[in-house]
């Protein structure tokens, strides 16, 4: 967690964000996840990117520390969550971030090729999760459990 706290300070812009999201995890799809993290690597907004589930307890472990990194940053960086639970497991997603008090952006990943996802994504992942970028001004840094 202090690498994600070291990149997010070297990261760090004051720009302000609008309302973050809340409720329903969006299902999304292959294409649809690198289309935003490439878009994030590239923006000048500092995005973090969190890959979990709810039945991966180091997952559910750091969601404190993402919260509390969201209200110290406060708005200065976007955070967006990427749910690998099952498809019928998506409203119980939803239900531990708001539990977890945390906000951002919330997807539940919808992709019956999870490999092509993952390689996408970085070939030298492999699979394990949490996994998390921090992405902005042409950089990437990752951080997986």
Request: proline share 3%; hydrophobic share 45%; charged share 25%.
């Amino acid at each position: 967690m202090r690498f994600l706290f070291l990149a997010l300070s070297f990261f760090l812009l004051n720009d302000r964000l609008g309302a973050q999201q809340t409720g329903a995890l969006k299902p999304v799809r292959t294409a649809e996840i690198l289309r935003l993290i490439e878009q994030a690597r590239n923006d000048t907004q500092v995005h973090v990117v969190n890959f979990w589930a709810t039945w991966c307890g180091p997952c559910v472990a750091e969601m404190g520390f993402f919260r509390e990194a969201d209200s110290i940053l406060r708005g200065s960086v976007r955070f967006h969550y990427f749910s690998f639970d099952m498809r019928d497991h998506g409203p119980k997603a939803a239900a531990l971030l708001d539990r977890k008090g945390i906000r951002g952006s919330r997807y539940l990943i919808d992709e019956v090729d999870a490999d092509a996802l993952i390689n996408g994504i970085d070939t030298t992942w492999q699979g394990n999760i949490p996994y998390t970028l921090v992405l902005g001004k042409g950089k990437a840094y990752k951080h997986s459990y």
